[in-house]
């Protein structure tokens, strides 16, 4: 299995928490750049965050400091925590698997933020 499976979404008031989860097997969470984007309805796919197999992260500018991007070897799964929700955070969110010129989407888990 090389596709990335999501879960962990679902309803949330504005201000509240949730954890997203990414399963993937071994070999592919060893060697990839695991990334979670999303898409709100009537926009652009967009970069959430990312994180190396090497621990290094990348985050967008809008979910600094309330979201984290985590990875957990020994379950092959990449976390995003997701704090402060705000209703602009609603959209479906997708995990992504990349490596060299290798990308792999998951199918999506819908996180939607109510005022």
């Known amino acids: 299995q090389v596709q990335p499976v999501e879960s962990g979404g679902g309803l949330v008031q504005a201000g509240g928490s949730l954890r997203l989860s990414c399963a993937t097997s071994?070999?592919?969470?060893?060697?990839?750049?695991m990334g979670w984007y999303r898409q709100a309805p009537g926009q652009q796919r967009e970069l959430v965050a990312t994180?190396?197999?090497?621990?290094?992260?990348n985050y967008a500018d809008s979910v600094k400091g309330r979201f984290t991007i985590s990875r957990d070897s020994a379950k092959n799964t990449v976390y995003l925590q997701m704090d402060s929700l705000k209703p602009e955070d609603t959209a479906v969110y997708y995990c992504?698997?990349?490596?060299?010129?290798?990308?792999?989407w998951g199918q999506g888990t819908q996180v939607t933020v109510s005022s």
């Open positions: 994180i190396t197999n090497t621990g290094s992260t």
């Open positions: 992504n698997s990349a490596w060299g010129a290798n990308n792999y």
């Open positions: 071994t070999i592919i969470f060893s060697i990839s750049r």
